[in-house]
C-alpha cells in the first residue's frame, strides 16, 4: 500500500539505505588493506636480508628504458637492423635462416611409401611450412582469442583464401569466418616479439604456392608482421613435436651509468649490508622474530637499504650452473595448471644459458652512443609459461643480494613460487629461432 501511495519516499529511503551499506563495505574493504601483510618465502642462506621484495624486485625491473628495446625489436621486424648488428659480424652465420631440408626431421621408410602413393585421405594433403617474424608489443600474444588482435588470428586470416572446398562448407554450414589453421612451434604472450616463429598450415588444394601466402601474410599488417620464409614440407611434419630446441634472448636495458664499475661497487655493497645488518637467528626453518617474516606495503625489512647494483658476470655465473642438466623449473613457471606441477611436464634441458653487455645500435645521447643492455640468452628443448622472464628476473635479484652460484639450483626445490621473483617486463624477450636438428653450441649468439 505504501509503495503505491508513496512511491518517490519509498524509493528514497530504499536508497538511503544502499548508500549506508555501501559506505560500510567501503570502509571494511580499506580497513582489510590497510590491515594486509606480505608473507614472503622463508629463504635461509646467508644473503636473505639483501634480497629484494617482489615488490622491490618489480619496480626495480620495470624503471627502465624499454623504449629502446621496443624500436630496437621493430627495426628487426621490419627488416631495417639485423642481429649481425647487434652481436657483430662474428656471429652473423647465428642470425641467418635456416635450411628448411636441413630442419625437417627425416620421413621413415614406412612413411615415405604412404606419402609417394597416390590417393585421398590426409596423405593428398600439401603441408607448408611458415618462418615468421613479428613485433609483440604491437599485438595481444600469439593465441587466437575473441576482439583480441593476436597474431594466430591475423595468420589464420590470411590463410582462409587457401582452404580447400570441403573445409571452406564447414565452416560456411557452422557460421563460422572463412580462416585457415594454424599450428606452432610455441605461443608467445602478449609483448613478446618473435624474430624466427615457426607454424605449419595444410590444405588439400592442389594450387597453393608458398609465394601466394607470403603475400598475404606480409600485405595484412606491414611493420608489424614478416614473412621470412614459406616451404612446402613433409607432411609429418608438426612445428611444435618436431622441435628438438628453442632459442629465446632477453634484452634487459641498462640505465645510464648502471654497470659501470659495478664488479667492485656491488661487492662493497653487498658485504656493507650483510656486516650492518643485524640478521635474527634462525630455528628449525622458522625466523624467531617474526616481524622479519611480515612487511607491509612501504618497504622491506627493516630500515636498511638493500644492495641495488649488479654485475652481468655475476648473472653469467649463475646462469652456467644450469647448462646440460634436466631440471624440474616448476618454481619459474607461472600460470600453470596444478597437474603439471611436478615430473616430467615441468622439467627442461638447458643446452645453453649464456649472459654478455651488449650496445643497442641507436644513438641514446649527444655521443652517439647507444644504450648499454644486458643479453640473456637460453637454449632449451621447452619452457614453461613465463619461465624465462622469470628466471631473468630472479637471475637479476640473486646477483644483486650476492648469493651463490648454485643459487638457482637451490630454489629449484623450495615448496612454492614466491621464492622466485615476479616476471620480469615482456618487452625484453624474444623468440629468436626454433631448432629441428640437434643443437650445435657453436651456433650460439652469446659464446
Known amino acids: 500500500m505504501l509503495s503505491l501511495c508513496f512511491p518517490t519516499e519509498v524509493a528514497r529511503v530504499a536508497a538511503a539505505a544502499a548508500g549506508k551499506a555501501f559506505r560500510r563495505l567501503s570502509m571494511e574493504s580499506q580497513s582489510r588493506a590497510e590491515k594486509k601483510v606480505y608473507v614472503h618465502y622463508n629463504h635461509t642462506d646467508s644473503c636473505k636480508f639483501a634480497r629484494w621484495t617482489a615488490k622491490e624486485s618489480y619496480e626495480f625491473m620495470r624503471a627502465r628504458p624499454w623504449q629502446d628495446v621496443v624500436d630496437f625489436y621493430s627495426d628487426i621486424v621490419s627488416g631495417r637492423l639485423t642481429l649481425s648488428d647487434f652481436f657483430g659480424t662474428e656471429r652473423t652465420r647465428t642470425s641467418s635462416i635456416h635450411n628448411d631440408e636441413n630442419e625437417i626431421p627425416e620421413v621413415e621408410a614406412g612413411s615415405v611409401a604412404n606419402e609417394d602413393r597416390a590417393g585421398s585421405g590426409r596423405w593428398a594433403r600439401a603441408n607448408f611450412k611458415i618462418v615468421v617474424s613479428y613485433h609483440g608489443p604491437s599485438f595481444d600474444g600469439w593465441q587466437k582469442q575473441p576482439d583480441l588482435n593476436t597474431v594466430q588470428g591475423l595468420v589464420e586470416k590470411c590463410l582462409g583464401s587457401f582452404v580447400d572446398e570441403k573445409r571452406a562448407k564447414l565452416l560456411k554450414e557452422k557460421c563460422k569466418p572463412l580462416e585457415g589453421c594454424a599450428l606452432v612451434a610455441g605461443r608467445t604472450d602478449k609483448g613478446v616479439t618473435a624474430l624466427q616463429q615457426v607454424c605449419s598450415f595444410y590444405t588439400w588444394r592442389k594450387d597453393v604456392k608458398p609465394s601466394d601466402i607470403e603475400d598475404a601474410i606480409n600485405s595484412a599488417a606491414p611493420g608489424k608482421i614478416r614473412v621470412i620464409s614459406v ?194 617486463p615482456p618487452e625484453g624477450l624474444c623468440l629468436v629461432d626454433v631448432g629441428y636438428t640437434n643443437f650445435d653450441p657453436q651456433n650460439s649468439l652469446i659464446p
Open 231 to 424: 616451404s612446402q614440407v613433409s607432411r609429418v611434419f608438426h612445428p611444435n613435436f618436431s622441435a628438438k630446441w628453442r632459442r629465446y634472448l632477453y634484452i634487459f636495458p641498462l640505465n645510464d651509468g648502471e654497470n659501470r664499475e659495478q664488479s667492485i661497487d656491488s661487492e662493497v655493497e653487498v658485504e656493507n649490508f650483510h656486516t650492518s645488518n643485524n640478521v635474527g637467528k634462525q630455528s628449525n626453518g622458522c625466523y624467531e622474530n617474526i616481524e622479519n617474516l611480515l612487511i607491509n606495503d612501504e618497504g622491506g625489512f627493516g630500515s636498511h637499504e638493500k644492495p641495488r647494483n649488479f654485475t652481468i658476470c655475476r648473472v653469467n655465473l649463475l646462469l652456467q650452473r644450469l647448462e646440460g642438466k634436466l631440471l624440474s623449473y616448476k618454481t619459474f613457471a607461472r600460470d600453470t595448471k596444478a597437474s603439471r606441477n611436478i615430473g616430467p611436464p615441468t622439467e627442461c634441458f638447458i643446452y645453453h644459458a649464456r649472459a654478455t653487455e651488449a650496445t643497442l645500435p641507436c644513438p641514446v645521447n649527444d655521443h652517439g652512443e647507444g644504450r648499454k643492455v644486458m643479453c640473456v640468452e637460453l637454449v632449451a628443448n621447452r619452457f614453461l609459461r613465463k619461465m624465462v622472464r622469470v628466471l631473468v628476473a630472479t637471475l637479476v635479484r640473486e646477483a644483486a643480494a650476492g648469493a651463490d652460484e648454485d643459487a638457482l639450483l637451490k630454489l629449484m626445490d623450495a615448496t612454492c613460487r614466491r621464492a622466485t621473483a615476479p616476471p620480469a
